[in-house]
């Protein structure tokens, strides 16, 4: 089993270019199957295999577009999965469906207030489908005939041929069309596409029929396939923006380019009516169909009381998109209040959720999850140095023991080994305190660090500090 | 037995609808093929000075006048946009019912309304159209 995700994992690695190895990049989906029973090993999903199955009727009943306006809290220990849950539930999601991932803390900025960053969220969570439509003309250049008139002057006259597999046909040019053809260097042999709208001319490349024809030929010489069928074709695009990204381009001060930049600051609500306005005109009209996404917020108990009513309200409103909270705290403050509520939100937002639990890993899906790590950071573990770590991973934090695993390939890459042995974890273990190795060794020497409660030597160590 | 007869029916289903899809776009290349050939044949026609001109009706040779023929044309070029518009209409629908059939998702937006001129052209503007 454990093979086969690791099979599907090379070969998705192999298609996208390789990016940055981050702590969930190994995650491709829920590891569901076809009756959203959860299997043991898959999509480099281990175990939680409750939480796994509800995330997958949640994510059913998402694609159904039934529980918009609501909201589900994944809560459980620290470094139990949930965040690899949502990572898993917005890749098994797709593309199509607007994901944003934030922290409880991104909220807090100088430059926008926390409901602005919350409105920003969710709008960025809303996706709309529109569709784009034009008449395009597509074909292989055959001939272009250009004429001058004798002595410069007066009206030039063109004819292009165009061929697909299926026909072939004369166009006469007016100078217009002349021109841009001579602008973008249009010869026999080329495949192009003429918007029949606006006139303009779109080279795709050179058909593979004339790959022959020179000897040498630049880089950026492209060869494409003869069109088929007919030529005169209707070319449909549907898009999927979000309305975030509708909002800004229509937020004056800034333009499209704050698109770019990311800084977009705050968003006149004016602004915001007036898109709700036209997209609900769109919707009217049949132009545009509405895809309720994600949103997910991260140490959801880093939000304070005012922005939990502000979601509360949110929620309400019919264009919600699914909110998925996750916390790791119990029974706690409630931030900005002096009360204590469970999870550290309050109940009447509580009331909304569905609550799924995680539980902590056992020791065999420990095992499981440390390996496909190995696997996704390139590194040959043997067998034993795979159980050491396990017995790090149980006993300290599987976080820990995922640190150990880039660590212990370099030092075993410097003796120039294949495979990373028990000694290169041992050794990488004495090397790097765990928090509770660390904590041990404060407590034991907290009289010689600075500011200490207990009272020490400060002022002599700050001269070794210097 | 009954098994089997509920397979064949699905299938023959299933093939009837393909066949009827594919038989659509090579009709649509056809009309397409026509279209350009009249367009053509008209382009000539304005070009030409005299009064009379030579048209082919199946594997007949007709003399006829150039005004006529024309409009002849041009109603032909008519009736063909209203017919390949019609097909490509028609094609939107059974494709849905054919993946219907084979049990896969429909495909998204396919029967969205298209946004007008004005405003593609604000959104590609704007950098949201690639």
Not at chain 1, 67 to 79: D, F, K, N
Not at chain 1, 335 to 341: A, E, F, L, V
Not at chain 1, 386 to 401: D, G, I, M, N, P
Not at chain 2, 89 to 117: A, F, H, T, Y
Request: with cysteine; glycine share 8%.
């Amino acid at each position: 089993m454990a093979s086969i995700a690791a099979a599907q994992v090379q070969e998705v690695r192999s298609i996208t270019r390789i990016e940055r190895i981050g702590a969930h990049s190994h995650i491709r989906g829920l590891g569901l199957d076809d009756s959203l029973e959860p299997r043991a090993v898959s999509q480099g999903m281990v175990g939680q295999k409750m939480a796994r199955k509800a995330a997958g009727v949640v994510l059913q009943m998402i694609r159904e577009g039934k529980i918009a306006g609501r909201a589900v809290l994944l809560a459980g220990q620290p470094g139990t999965g949930k965040t690899a849950i949502a990572m898993g539930l917005a890749q098994a999601l797709g593309p199509d469906t607007p994901f944003t991932s934030m922290a409880g803390s991104e909220i807090f900025s100088l430059e926008m207030s926390k409901t602005e960053a919350l409105t920003q969220a969710i709008r960025k969570s809303i996706g709309i489908r529109i569709k784009e439509e034009s008449e395009i003309i597509e074909g292989e250049v055959v001939e272009v005939v250009i004429e001058r008139a004798a002595g410069g002057g007066g009206a030039r006259v063109g004819r292009l041929t165009l061929k697909t597999t299926d026909m072939e046909t004369n166009y006469d040019m007016g100078a217009k069309m002349i021109d841009s053809l001579l602008k973008e260097k249009v010869q026999a042999g080329d495949v192009i596409t003429i918007d029949k709208a606006t006139g303009k001319i779109n080279k795709l490349g050179r058909s593979f029929a004339r790959a022959r024809d020179y000897d040498a030929t630049g880089q950026q010489a492209r060869f494409v396939q003869c069109p088929e069928g007919e030529l005169q074709k209707r070319k449909e695009v549907v898009h999927t923006v979000t309305l975030h990204e509708v909002d800004v381009i229509n937020s004056r001060t800034h333009g499209f380019l704050a698109l770019f930049s990311g800084d977009t600051g705050e968003i006149k609500s004016e602004i915001r009516e007036q898109i709700n306005s036209k997209v609900a005109e769109w919707r009217e009209e049949g132009k545009a169909e509405m895809i309720p996404g994600v949103l997910f917020i991260d140490e959801a108990h880093m939000l304070d009381i005012e922005c939990f009513s502000f979601l509360n309200r949110a929620l309400e409103s019919e264009t919600a998109p699914v909110v998925i909270m996750a916390t790791n705290r119990g029974i706690t403050r409630i931030r900005g209040t002096n009360y204590q509520s469970p999870h550290g939100i309050p109940l009447d937002l509580l009331d909304r959720m569905i609550i799924v639990p995680t539980s902590p890993y056992s020791h065999q899906e420990l095992r499981e999850i440390l390996n496909i790590r190995c696997e996704e950071e390139d590194c040959q573990m043997s067998n034993d140095a795979l159980t050491v770590l396990t017995r790090v991973a149980t006993e300290t934090s599987l976080r820990y023991a995922i640190q150990l695993i880039t660590t212990a390939s370099l030092v075993a890459k410097r003796r120039k080994a294949t495979e990373v042995s028990m000694e290169d974890v041992k050794k990488v273990y004495s090397l790097f305190l765990d928090e509770h190795r660390s904590e041990q060794f404060l407590k034991e020497y907290q009289d010689e660090f600075m500011f200490n409660d207990g009272g020490g030597d400060a002022p002599q160590l700050m001269e070794v500090a210097q | 037995m009954n098994d089997q007869e509920k397979v064949l029916k699905y299938l023959v289903s299933v093939e009837k609808l393909a066949e009827e899809i594919l038989a659509d776009k090579r009709e649509i290349v056809l009309l397409d093929k026509r279209r350009n050939h009249n367009r053509e044949a008209l382009r000539d026609l304005t070009k030409s000075n005299q009064q009379k001109c030579w048209m082919t009706v199946g594997s007949m040779l007709i003399k006829n006048n150039l005004e006529t023929t024309k409009n002849l044309l041009e109603a032909d070029q008519r009736q063909l946009n209203i017919e390949i518009n019609k097909l490509r209409c028609d094609l939107k629908v059974k494709v849905n019912n054919l993946r219907d059939l084979e049990m896969q998702p429909p495909v998204p937006g396919l029967m969205l309304v298209p946004l007008s001129q004005k405003e593609t052209q604000g959104m590609s503007n704007a950098g949201l159209f690639p």
